[in-house]
């Protein structure tokens, strides 16, 4: 058999000390232990969170007896099918997202990897616009609603380009920042006629951790490299953490693959679109 051709569009942030972690938890922070002069190699050591930069939450990240990072099959899991969806022409602080939203978009089929393009990797740390709060504070999210409907749709996984793949008013956000929650209230109710109270009650406390990590239905968060090339496209998935015994959740590489000729096409694409410092597209 031949092997098979592809491209690759890599849908992973840089990662850095400079890189947010989730609110509240260890930053990465590096350290050469070694240096060429006069050891011989360059050595360095690493101390982070596992929620720092493109990082894949695992069923132990918030189910006692889920499974951990090594649980997670590469075949038949990690990679597959799958369908990037472009919700950033709704995206708005502290805004929602449901199911409607999506399939409005895409089509999704019964056990898909779902990516989300919220737009908000605009403000991620390595972009021109990068804004910390607005990316980890006042992204948009799903209530209730859509859980219930990525579980009766089987999707394997979702991956995110914001902090969270919960709205960050249904994490522990909303009592670290009574002001930011206010606001959030404020919006939901002139638009949607209902608060964080209503759209947020206590039993659905971070839904898309709580109700969906012991299926497992999982998510990846802080996607982001160059997502802008793949929006409201079907393509193959991967998503790469380290083979992570005991981890509850991993720093990971999540890529999308193309045939070669759509992997020309989408190379040309981004020779008209803007770059980061660090060679990613801007956001139109
Ligand atoms: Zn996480």
Redesign the pocket.
Known sequence: MKPVQFGIIDLTQPLSVLTPP?PTYEPLQLKFFKRLAPNGANGQLLTTS??VGT?L?GPL?FCTHGGDIASLALNGYLCGPGVVVDLSDIAEDYGLYSSADIEARVRVEVGDILIINTGYHRYAWDQPEADEVRYMIRHPGPTIEFARWCKQKKIKWIGVDAG?ADHPMNTKIREWMPVEAKRADAFLKSKYRRGLDELFPPEDYQLMHVALFPIPIVHA?NLGGDIDLVLNQRVTIGCFPWRFVGGE?SICRIVAFVAPDEHRRLLLKKKRMGRTSYGDCVPA
């Open positions: 989730w596992n929620h990082h939450d990240h969270s968060e959740s």
